[in-house]
């Protein structure tokens, strides 16, 4: 399970675009509600929400870049 972890943050680091960003985020949130995760130590899960919020930070930076929500108003 480790690599999988390992496999994520690589993942994370690299991650550029924004579709890319959500792809990501959809994996670790798939992947945090699957049994193998609830079997991780506590440790092992923080390190998973820890890229979890390292996607959303990353996310944040393309808000401002959105036409459509400046044009519809989100």
Known sequence: MHLAIEELGNRVKMAQGKFELLRL???????MNSPPF????QNDKN????????????????????????????
């Open 25 to 31: 985020r959809e994996d670790i949130t798939t992947f």
């Open 47 to 74: 390190r998973v929400e820890d890229l979890l919020v390292e996607v959303l930070a990353k996310e944040e930076q393309y808000k401002g870049c959105d036409p459509l929500r400046t044009i519809l108003g989100y």
């Open 38 to 41: 609830q079997q991780l130590s």
